[in-house]
């Protein structure tokens, strides 16, 4: 089993930067792969960035240029840092673990909580 807990999030204004963080607890070494999804009212959830154990990234042609995201194996934990910050941005951040399928468990992804992030002047 796998926990993950996201931290900071906020108000930031337009072209402001936020950092945000995801520490990953439990059953840790059955994670292939992390994530971080965001959720705007009225909206459906959508991917922001994506990387692999092995560093691999992938982002949403929205976030290019602007986002990075990173990964501390050491730490067990995972990153986000989202620069030249739009209105529309603005949403709640979750991130998502992967785990890998095991001898009596298929493949599952699991989700932190959540952490807001409001882009207002």
């Known amino acids: 089993q796998v926990q993950l807990v996201e931290s900071g999030g906020g108000l930031v204004q337009p072209g402001g930067s936020l950092r945000l963080s995801c520490a990953a607890s439990?059953?840790?070494?059955?994670?292939?792969?992390m994530g971080w999804y965001r959720q705007a009212p009225g909206k459906e959830r959508e991917l922001v960035a994506a990387?692999?154990?092995?560093?691999?990234?992938n982002y949403a042609d929205s976030v290019k240029g602007r986002f990075t995201i990173s990964r501390d194996n050491a730490k067990n934990t995972l990153y986000l840092q989202m620069n030249s910050l739009k209105p529309e941005d603005t949403a709640v951040y979750f991130c998502?673990?992967?785990?890998?399928?095991?001898?009596?468990?298929?493949?599952?992804?699991?989700w932190g909580q959540g952490t807001q992030v409001t882009v207002s002047s």
């Open positions: 998502k673990a992967k785990r890998l399928r095991t001898m009596i468990l298929p493949e599952y992804n699991y």
């Open positions: 439990g059953s840790i070494f059955s994670i292939s792969a």
């Open positions: 990387i692999t154990n092995g560093g691999s990234t």
